[in-house]
């Protein structure tokens, strides 16, 4: 059982940036994946970025340039370093880990981003 726990969210400017973080209850050295998703009202949940183990990070086309992820193992932690951020960006962020393929995966309670003048 890993639990995660986000935090960081706000309300932002248009423009603007925030840090997002998501803090395991278990060491995450070995957890296979672990990813940023997204939930605007009225729509379904998407990623938005994911990492592997290896420290490969991967990024949907509306997040490539402007957001960064990466995990600190040391601290059990992930990271969405988000920037340029526009309205459409508003949405709960929720962090998701992947034990393994085919085991099983975790999710966190969420953290509200709203982008907004």
């Known amino acids: 059982q890993v639990q995660l726990v986000e935090s960081g969210g706000g309300l932002v400017q248009p423009g603007g940036s925030l840090r997002l973080s998501c803090v395991a209850s278990?060491?995450?050295?070995?957890?296979?994946?672990m990813a940023w998703y997204r939930q605007a009202p009225g729509k379904e949940r998407e990623l938005v970025a994911r990492?592997?183990?290896?420290?490969?990070?991967n990024y949907m086309n509306f997040v490539k340039g402007r957001f960064t992820i990466s995990r600190d193992n040391a601290k059990n932690t992930i990271y969405l370093e988000m920037s340029s951020l526009k309205p459409e960006d508003t949405a709960v962020y929720y962090c998701?880990?992947?034990?393994?393929?085919?085991?099983?995966?975790?999710w966190g309670q969420g953290t509200q981003v709203t982008i907004s003048s």
């Open positions: 278990a060491s995450i050295v070995d957890i296979y994946r």
């Open positions: 990492i592997y183990k290896d420290g490969t990070p």
């Open positions: 998701h880990a992947l034990i393994g393929l085919g085991q099983s995966d975790y």
